[in-house]
């Protein structure tokens, strides 16, 4: 559980819905709060030379992932790779929607990254992902098929009208 024994946090949050994902993180520092894309994080507490600094998420698959040795999924090692150049950033799981003011937050913005009209970044599809699509779209030809010949007018196409 997070103790908040560190001046410098970050909670961090993704959304999906629709469709279309959102993500955010919020860094609370002497007050101020600055909003930046999760995948960022820790390009930006590298980029800054934190030390010490505790990032919070609400994930538990996440961290899970990032504590998995055999995790073998592009983004999750790509950001341990990050992590294990720059040894001082410390990750702290919370149970979401519990009232901790920059989770809220981040969840908020998060959301509201959703409904934006433009992309920041596009994010490739894993397999996983793939085979749903591809599952997906099979599965509605197959009924848009089943729909067309159980009504009767694949045999109404084969008759001349009178």
């Keep these: 559980m997070y103790t908040g024994s560190y001046l410098d946090t970050i909670y961090r949050d993704g959304s999906k819905r629709d469709g279309k994902a959102g993500?955010?993180?919020?860094?609370?520092r002497?007050?101020?709060?600055?909003?930046?894309?999760i995948n960022c994080s820790v390009d930006y507490i590298?980029?800054?030379?934190?030390?010490?600094?505790?990032?919070?998420?609400?994930?538990?698959?996440?961290l899970e992932a990032l504590a998995n040795l055999n995790n073998d999924n592009y983004y999750v090692?790509?950001?341990k790779n990050k992590i294990k150049q720059y040894k001082?950033?410390?990750?702290?799981?919370?149970?979401?929607?519990?009232?901790?003011?920059?989770n809220e937050r981040v969840?908020?913005?998060a959301k509201q990254a959703t409904e934006r009209n433009w992309i920041d970044?596009?994010?490739?599809?894993?397999?996983?992902?793939?085979?749903?699509?591809?599952?997906?779209?099979?599965?509605d030809e197959w009924q848009a098929e089943w729909n067309f010949f159980h009504q009767g007018a694949a045999t109404f196409s084969y008759h001349a009208q009178s």
């Design 107 to 109: 969840d908020m913005y």
């Design 46 to 62: 590298i980029q800054n030379n934190f030390k010490n600094i505790t990032t919070v998420s609400d994930s538990r698959p996440v």
């Design 121 to 139: 970044i596009k994010i490739r599809y894993s397999n996983a992902q793939i085979k749903k699509l591809i599952n997906q779209a099979i599965q």
């Design 77 to 79: 090692h790509s950001l």
């Design 88 to 102: 001082n950033i410390i990750f702290e799981g919370i149970k979401a929607h519990k009232g901790y003011t920059g």
């Design 23 to 28: 993500y955010a993180y919020v860094h609370y």
């Design 30 to 37: 002497d007050g101020h709060t600055e909003l930046l894309a």
